[in-house]
């Protein structure tokens, strides 16, 4: 595409205009043609820069990148919900404001189709603190720090945020992805593959400790980062909320717990209905059937929720209020 040609901006964004006679043609821009989104492939490529890719309408708001339309990737308002089949945004999100990251993904969510692929490519804060731990050379520390704030040569190219496995699963949970895979690139980066559910399908069993850690995208409120074989309700109330695809009128729940601290009075909820009450205390677990009405909200009512500091705050700095430390639930 050629370049130093006009640009457009109109409250559906910004177009290059290739035909100059637009312009000067003596026409007024509300004669002027808008983004024609079916010129176009149903994949996005955001935040292109100079990797311009076949098979892609290739976005960015930096015009000098020559990308198909020059526009912010945060809004798109220029494009059509529900159409596209892929977006790859590689090296984008971090570069837009930390407060936008769940705007920004439930944006791109509604831009694909229901099974739409999103691959994105993201910062790994923790793996660049282990990089930098690592090797005490200052040049090398200087290159890992560009890598954390990125290379600031323009508008744009600035770092605000970063991304953890937790963090990537919970903004996707929130847009409405499944994440399907998440691998890590060049030692500090994680490369991202996600598909779009209307909302959150439940899978037959909710394993807490995998190193996908595949309970996260259901996890609404109160439950912990894994640890090793489980991960903890913290506080006095959790929630798991998921879509069920079953073809069954009811389902047969089963909630494997691996500990408590002390003695837990514990109340389970399965959609709004009272399904267990009493006093756990170590190794056990809880069945109930409950009707499937589409969906399967679990709360848990844990009143007396202790930290690990309340009972031993000599040599416990563990303050989360900890109760189950549940490994798995089956849904059957
Ligand atoms: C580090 S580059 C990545 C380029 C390319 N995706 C790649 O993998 O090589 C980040 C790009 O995102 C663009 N960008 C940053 N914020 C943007 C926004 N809000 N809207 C559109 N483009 C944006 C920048 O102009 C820049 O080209």
């Known amino acids: 595409m050629a370049s130093g040609l006009p640009i457009l901006t109109t409250e559906f964004g910004t177009k290059r205009i290739e035909d100059k006679s637009l312009f000067f043609g003596g026409r007024t821009l509300s004669d002027v043609k808008f983004f024609d989104y079916r010129e176009y492939p149903k994949k996005l490529n955001l935040g292109c820069g100079f990797d311009i890719k076949d098979g892609y309408l290739n976005i960015d708001f930096q015009d000098y990148h020559q990308p198909d339309l020059v526009a912010d990737v945060t809004e798109l308002k220029m494009l059509p919900n529900n159409y596209y089949e892929e977006i790859v945004a590689q090296d984008v999100l971090e570069h837009i404001e930390r407060e936008k990251t769940e705007s920004v993904l439930i944006r791109w969510g509604e831009l694909l189709r229901v099974g739409g692929k999103l691959y994105l490519r993201v910062p790994s804060i923790i793996d660049l603190a282990e990089l930098l731990k690592k090797n005490q050379d200052p040049m090398f520390h200087k290159e890992l720090v560009q890598c954390l704030f990125g290379t600031q040569h323009y508008t744009g190219d600035y770092h605000y945020t970063g991304f953890t496995k937790p963090l990537i699963h919970y903004y996707l949970y929130l847009a409405g992805f499944q994440v399907l895979d998440i691998k890590n690139k060049d030692e500090w980066l994680f490369e991202v593959f996600a598909k779009k559910i209307s909302s959150a399908v439940l899978p037959k069993k909710l394993v807490f400790s995998t190193e996908n850690y595949n309970a996260s995208p259901f996890i609404v409120y109160g439950v912990s980062f894994p640890e090793k074989g ?85 040599i416990n700095a563990d303050k989360r209020k900890l109760a189950l430390a549940i490994s798995e639930i089956l849904f059957q």
């Open 230 to 314: 489980f991960s903890w309700t913290d506080g006095v109330e959790s929630c798991i909320f998921g879509t069920s695809d079953f073809d069954q009128k009811s389902i047969k729940i089963t909630i494997s717990i691996l500990a408590t601290f002390e003695k837990q009075k514990i109340k389970v909820l399965c959609n709004d209905n009272e399904v267990y009450s009493g006093i756990m205390d170590k190794q056990s677990s809880i069945t109930f059937t409950c009707k499937n009405i589409g969906h399967i909200e679990i709360k848990f009512l844990l009143p007396d929720a202790l930290a690990p500091c309340d009972l031993s705050p000599s």
